[in-house]
C-alpha cells in the first residue's frame, strides 16, 4: 500500500513584485548499513573478516521551496469558469 508523508509550513513575509524568496527548507539525514557473507564461515572467530563484508550508507535529502510572486492588475485576472456571464 502506498503512503503519504504531509509535511506543512506557514511563513508571513512581505515581498516585491518578482523577487524570489526561499520560504521553507525541509531536510532528512539517513544513515544505514548492514553485512553480508557465506553463512557459517562469516562467524567464525579470527578468520571470519575473510568471508564477510560490511556496508554502511548515507543519503541526505532536502527539499527548498522558492517563490516568485506577481501581482496582476484586474485587466489580467482571468474569469473563473464558474462565474456567470
Same mark, same amino acid.
Given at each position: ?16 513584485? =518578482? ?5 521553507? =527548507? ?6 544505514? %548499513? %548492514?553485512?553480508? =557473507?557465506? &553463512? ?12 564477510? %563484508? ?18 496582476? %492588475?484586474?485587466?489580467?485576472? &482571468?474569469?473563473?469558469?464558474?462565474? &456567470?456571464?
Amino acid at each position: 500500500n502506498p503512503y503519504i508523508i504531509k509535511k506543512q509550513t506557514d511563513t508571513t513575509l512581505i515581498v516585491k513584485d =518578482g523577487e524570489t524568496i526561499v520560504i521553507s =527548507g525541509l531536510s532528512k539525514q539517513r544513515t544505514s %548499513g %548492514g553485512d553480508s =557473507g557465506i &553463512p557459517g564461515l562469516k562467524d567464525v572467530p579470527g578468520l571470519g573478516y575473510l568471508f564477510k %563484508g560490511d556496508s554502511r550508507a548515507e543519503t541526505m535529502e532536502e527539499v527548498l521551496i522558492f517563490i516568485t510572486p506577481h501581482i496582476l %492588475g484586474p485587466e489580467v485576472v &482571468p474569469q473563473r469558469a464558474d462565474t &456567470p456571464r
